[in-house]
């Protein structure tokens, strides 16, 4: 039985850009796709995992409540993505 090949990280990097543009809300796909083209290109492995967990588990309404400072970011969420989510100011 083979492994199924490991997605690089360029390619990863690219679907979770595509993924958070595309949301389906149009202030999400503003929000993370801005956030998303600033710091996808320079997070690691690690903030990789992080992002792509957050986008996975979670609803957009969710996520967008917790980064504009809506709703409490549960304990467990409070990474060091959410901490850059949360500070990402859209540029004018």
Avoid: C
């Avoid at 595509?18 to 999400?28: I, P």
């Avoid at 970011?73 to 004018?92: E, F, N, Q, S």
Wanted: hydrophobic share 35%; glycine share 6%; aromatic share 8%.
């Amino acid at each position: 039985m083979t492994q199924p090949q490991r997605e690089d990280i360029e390619t990863r990097r690219k679907r979770l850009l595509h993924r958070s543009l595309y949301t389906g809300m149009k202030e999400v796909d503003i929000l993370l796709g801005g956030f998303a083209r600033r710091h996808l290109p320079t997070f690691t492995e690690r903030e990789l995992d992080q992002y792509e967990s957050l986008l996975e588990n979670y609803d957009d309404p969710q996520i967008y409540a917790w980064a504009i400072g809506r709703d409490p970011v549960p304990p467990h969420l409070d990474t060091g993505v959410m901490k850059l989510l949360k500070a990402y100011k859209l540029p004018l």
